[in-house]
Antibody
Framework: EVQLVESGGGLVKPGGSLRLSCAAS????????MNWVRQAPGKGLEWVSS????????HFADSVKGRFTISRDNAKNSLYLQMNSLRAEDTAVYYCARAIAVASNSCFQHWGPGTLVTVSS | VLTQSPGTLSLSPGERATLSCRASQTVSSSYLTWYQQQPGQAPRLLIYGASKRATGIPDRFSGSGSGTDFTLTISRLEPEDFAVYYCHHYGGPHIRPFGQGTKVEIK
């Protein structure tokens, strides 16, 4: 069974930093593109970032470009999101999501339960 | 940009639900996806490629459409189907908009 479990969320002041982690199991992690998707309280979904299976390619939404970095450790079956220069508008539940197939990241087949990040003074 | 309508759909169990997703320009149906989200839970993949049901999704869910207009149909609403539904399009590595969502609520 595919499992994704996020951790690392919490309360942080504007301008601060936070690192999210996602522990994956139940599939061959190193073969799949992975993603972060977020949802502000009471709002819709927003794709944040993706990273290819071997970390060759990373992509970011314009809203986080230059502030967030994505990385992975295939030996540890883990995905990370380093968030710097945080703003109030980054407050959201952050989901780790797996691509639907090894060769396609067109949609997200598996999701973790999410971790809440609150940016507030 | 993806625009979903209606914002809220009030229906009774057993009724048919028709949800719309309209793109601001022609998109590939191969990359049009629908997700369901229950309160307090992560989204769940329902339909991908505009009309393909994901693993384990009941056949009362169906997707259709092409070009700029796409539809998610739930043939007979079950109690567990009352949720928020999002459409999503993959337009490239940096172009991945979601619609704003349609809430299907019990009438």
């Amino acid at each position: 069974e595919v499992q994704l479990v996020e951790s690392g969320g919490g309360l942080v002041k504007p301008g601060g930093s936070l690192r999210l982690s996602c522990a994956a199991s139940g599939f061959t992690f190193r073969n799949y593109t992975m993603n972060w998707v977020r949802q502000a309280p009471g709002k819709g979904l927003e794709w944040v970032s993706s990273i290819s299976s071997s970390s060759t390619y990373t992509h970011f939404a314009d809203s986080v470009k230059g502030r967030f970095t994505i990385s992975r450790d295939n030996a540890k079956n883990s995905l990370y999101l380093q968030m710097n220069s945080l703003r109030a508008e980054d407050t959201a539940v952050y989901y780790c999501a797996r691509a639907i197939a090894v060769a396609s990241n067109s949609c997200f087949q598996h999701w973790g339960p999410g971790t809440l990040v609150t940016v507030s003074s | 940009v993806l625009t979903q309508s209606p914002g809220t759909l009030s229906l009774s169990p057993g009724e048919r639900a028709t949800l719309s997703c309209r793109a601001s320009q022609t998109v590939s149906s191969s990359y049009l996806t629908w997700y369901q989200q229950q309160p307090g839970q992560a989204p769940r993949l329902l339909i991908y490629g505009a009309s393909k049901r994901a693993t384990g999704i009941p056949d009362r869910f169906s997707g259709s459409g092409s070009g700029t207009d796409f539809t998610l149909t739930i043939s007979r609403l079950e109690p567990e189907d009352f949720a928020v539904y999002y459409c999503h399009h993959y337009g490239g590595p940096h172009i991945r908009p979601f619609g704003q969502g349609t809430k299907v609520e019990i009438k």
